[in-house]
């Protein structure tokens, strides 16, 4: 039973391109969560999604945006890179109505230069 | 607002000694999971343990063993007998219901613990 799965696992983008990362769910989770590991720091939440909506936000500008397709995986998409959003990005999924099987990604380590 | 500190940044310590990793955590909410998980260098989290805010029982898994005292708002983890597979960074996690859609889900990680384990 494959887990989360993310993509691309690395990512070298350039000050001020936009970038798409992507999130498979583990298999029979619906909800979609993204977060952000700045170097030596814990995740932070960006997002999470659930029936194709943005259902909660953390403290993320904009430029921070998402989308969840039909088949619930979901992509991460942010423009107008800065420095500061080099970081690991994490994805988790889980059911719906509960913390239980609540599963991360290996994550997509993203320079910024 | 919830807050998770993690008042140790590096433990250090010698193969077959116990590590216990300090979590002081802050929330309003009545209902609430706390959790520890575990970042290899490979970066994914890994699940340990996890404790609802109704059970105070503190249990041993293996050489995992957890101290939950919601008097001191506190949710300690111990290693038992450490072995070097154990060199990681611990995240201490709280996760509480979002009143708004009814749902769970966000995490609040704190800053996390570097554990090195030597031979």
């Known amino acids: 039973d494959a887990g989360v799965t993310q993509s691309p696992t690395h990512l070298i983008k350039t000050r001020g391109q936009q970038v798409t990362l992507r999130c498979s769910p583990k298999?029979?989770?619906?909800?979609v969560s993204w977060y952000q590991q700045a170097l030596g720091q814990g995740p932070q939440f960006i997002f999470q999604?659930?029936?194709?909506?943005?259902?909660q936000r953390g403290n993320f500008p904009d430029r921070f945006s998402g989308h969840q397709f039909p088949n619930y995986s979901s992509e991460l998409n942010v423009n107008a890179l800065l420095l500061g959003d080099s970081a690991l990005y994490l994805c988790?999924?889980?059911?719906?109505?509960?913390?239980?099987?609540?599963?991360f990604g290996s994550g997509t380590r993203l320079t910024v230069v | 607002a919830q807050k998770v500190t993690q008042a140790q940044t590096e433990i250090s310590v010698v193969e077959k000694e116990d590590v216990t990793l300090d979590c002081v955590y802050e929330?309003?909410?009545?209902?609430?999971?706390l959790f520890w998980y575990k970042q290899p260098p490979s970066g994914e989290l890994v699940f340990l343990i996890r404790?609802?805010?109704?059970?105070?029982q503190n249990e041993i898994s293996g050489r995992y063993s957890w101290n939950f005292q919601k008097s001191t708002s506190s949710f300690n983890f111990t290693i038992t007998a450490s072995q070097v597979v154990d060199s990681a960074v611990y995240f201490c996690?709280?996760?509480?219901?979002?009143?708004?859609?009814?749902?769970?889900?966000?995490?609040?990680f704190g800053a996390g613990t570097q554990v090195v384990v030597t031979p």
């Open positions: 988790a999924s889980s059911p719906r109505q509960g913390t239980y099987g609540y599963t």
């Open positions: 298999s029979g989770h619906d909800t």
């Open positions: 999604y659930y029936e194709e909506e943005e259902r």
């Open positions: 929330t309003r909410d009545t209902t609430y999971y």
């Open positions: 404790r609802n805010s109704f059970d105070e």
């Open positions: 996690a709280l996760s509480a219901r979002f009143l708004t859609t009814d749902s769970w889900g966000k995490f609040q």
